[in-house]
């Protein structure tokens, strides 16, 4: 299983910028996916999930800024991201997860300079 996430980069407040993850290895229409990030010193915080059947969540903090969307036919998951924050500044990991099963990507990082 695999999961390869891209799109980070730099970007000053305000900015936008749209992560991707695609997944091999597993029947990606089946799980649930999500992102995740993480800042230095601090625990690995859930951003945004989408169901298998399409239902989308969010944690406050992003709520109207960012959007999940997933495709089934490419395997691929998004994250788009808008009005950036320095807050916002992370690594950003995708994950996808079935019943017990959870399977992690290697992570992008987000750097968003005020």
């Known amino acids: 299983v695999q999961l390869q996430a891209s799109g980070g980069g730099s970007v000053q407040a305000g900015g936008s910028l749209r992560l991707s993850c695609v997944v091999s290895?597993?029947?990606?229409?089946?799980?649930?996916m999500g992102w995740y990030r993480q800042a230095p010193g601090k625990q690995r915080e859930l951003v945004a999930t989408i169901t298998s059947g399409g239902s989308t969540d969010y944690v406050d903090s992003v709520k109207g800024r960012f959007t999940i969307s997933r495709d089934n036919a490419k395997k691929m998951v998004y994250l788009q991201m808008s009005s950036l924050k320095p807050e916002d500044t992370c690594i950003y990991y995708c994950n996808a997860r079935r019943g017990g099963s959870g399977y992690w990507g290697q992570g992008t990082l987000v750097t968003v300079s005020s």
């Open positions: 290895g597993i029947t990606f229409r089946l799980y649930d």
